[in-house]
């Protein structure tokens, strides 16, 4: 990591700014022109209470020319400081992205510490990173937003003109911090690089067996782990907090009929993402543009829940999900007092969901819904196994949904499946498959959907 010059103490960035629970914070939140930040004030209030810091107060306002200096302008910044010393204020939270140089002229302004929106959500993201994996794609993050700012910590030293008391280490020391910067950088790239072909040669393994994968997405706090928790078993880690999950989980989930389907839990989307948080967590993200469903977790309780509907669809559309299946669930409705329901479409199937994974009301008709989407394709199959293909026939009885079965005279197997298209290219790759199993005879009738 990079030296810090000795002017630092009140110019950090967002790596462990927050971490302390007693910091007072101010937040500052302008109406711009051409930015929606003045209308999720409530939000980022919660990501400043979620960073672990104590709110104690708020400045807004309407600002119809940004300033270049300091993007508050000079009157607001001195409201800001009046504040800060009153209230005895040590770090203020700026509801926009702030270049490094309005950055520090802001902390000079106001008298202490300053912070961004997306200096704030790496905060949040490193207190949360538990895994290997999500500590490297943190860090990657962090430094990226990092190297724009280096050169503060060194103004002291960034002497270029030359001549008497001008002239010393300072260039070569910024640059070396920038060189070693860059270098861990692309170090992490390498290793994040092995990550993700390491999740790959997973996901390969994975699609040798029929299983189809889901993947919840949603807005942050939508209660994507609580219901990942009901659905499972597991014990995710859950909290009414913003991102509370970072590091994705995966579990098998089993379904009427013989059906199973792979049930990852991702980490939450926000409105304007930090594109360095979307390009460290490719390889996370990938796990849900790789998904055969989506499912839109939507928190029924949140009276802006068409807006946050509409900001995950634009992050799935930048990570290359747009385009997948979706099937919406309105989770919290014990919160709305709402019962839960299922709604289709005009071909029958089921899109919406509404329910409650804090008390479990309306998790069946998920489970149907699912069960229902990955047995559409079902059409009926007859097998006729020899006396040796046994290893066949297990298999069969694993992963496929068997109707009936009777012995052949010969000591074989006769055995109607109700089978998908890919389950049928999954059984012929089988080394001991012959393609004289299938009966000519058997026809293709569409299996029963349902549970």
């Not at 009301?361 to 149907?368: E, N, P, R, T």
């Not at 006729?384 to 496929?400: I, K, N, S, T, W």
Request: glycine residues 8%; contains cysteine.
């Amino acid at each position: 990591m990079p030296r810090r010059g000795p002017e630092t103490s009140n110019s950090q960035t967002s790596r462990g700014a927050v971490a302390a629970a007693a910091e007072r914070a101010l937040l500052v939140f302008l109406r711009l022109p051409r930015d929606d930040a003045y209308d999720d004030a409530a939000e980022f209030e919660l990501l400043a209470q979620s960073a672990g810091v104590q709110v104690c107060g708020s400045v807004s306002g309407r600002c119809r020319r940004i300033d270049p200096a300091t993007l508050l302008g000079q009157g607001k910044a001195a409201e800001v400081h009046e504040i800060v010393a009153r209230e005895h204020i040590n770090l203020v939270l700026v509801n926009h992205l702030l270049s490094p140089v309005q950055e520090r002229n802001l902390e000079k302004a106001v008298g202490c510490r300053v912070l961004d929106r997306t200096g704030l959500i790496l905060d949040i993201f490193a207190q949360r990173a538990r895994s290997h994996e999500g500590k490297l794609q943190v860090e990657l993050a962090q430094l990226a937003h990092l190297s724009t700012r280096l050169v503060r910590g060194w103004t002291h030293l960034e002497r270029q003109k030359g001549g008497i008391g001008l002239r010393g280490p300072g260039e070569t020391q910024l640059e070396t911090d920038r060189r070693l910067l860059r270098a861990r950088i692309k170090k992490l790239h390498r290793r994040l690089e092995k990550v993700r072909n390491q999740r790959n040669i997973r996901r390969k393994s994975r699609h040798k067996v029929p299983i189809p994968t889901v993947s919840l997405v949603g807005y942050t706090n939508a209660g994507k782990s609580s219901l990942f928790n009901c659905l499972t078993g597991a014990e995710v880690f859950e909290a009414d907090q913003l991102f509370a999950t970072l590091d994705p989980t995966m579990r098998r989930l089993s379904l009427a009929g013989n059906a199973g389907v792979i049930l990852t839990d991702t980490v939450g989307f926000i409105r304007r993402l930090p594109h360095d948080l979307i390009e460290a967590f490719k390889a996370t993200l990938e796990e849900v543009a790789q998904a055969d469903l989506l499912l839109h977790v939507v928190d029924s309780s949140n009276p802006e829940r068409h807006d946050a509907m509409m900001r995950v669809n634009q992050v799935l559309t930048e990570i290359g999900a747009d385009a997948l299946a979706q099937i919406i669930v309105f989770n919290k409705i014990d919160l709305v007092q709402q019962g839960p329901r299922i709604e289709r479409n005009v071909n029958g199937a089921i899109t919406k969901v509404w329910l409650s994974a804090r008390t479990g009301d309306g998790v069946g008709f998920l489970k149907q819904a699912l069960s229902e989407h990955f047995r559409r394709h079902r059409v009926r199959r007859r097998l006729q196994f020899p006396a040796d293909g046994g290893r066949l026939r297990a298999l069969v009885h694993e992963h496929l949904d068997v109707l009936s079965e009777s012995s052949t005279d010969a000591g074989g197997w006769l055995i109607d499946v109700a089978i998908e298209p890919n389950q049928v290219v999954w059984l012929q790759k089988q080394e001991d498959f012959r393609p004289e199993y299938w009966l000519a005879d058997s026809g293709l009738v569409l299996a029963p959907t349902g549970s």
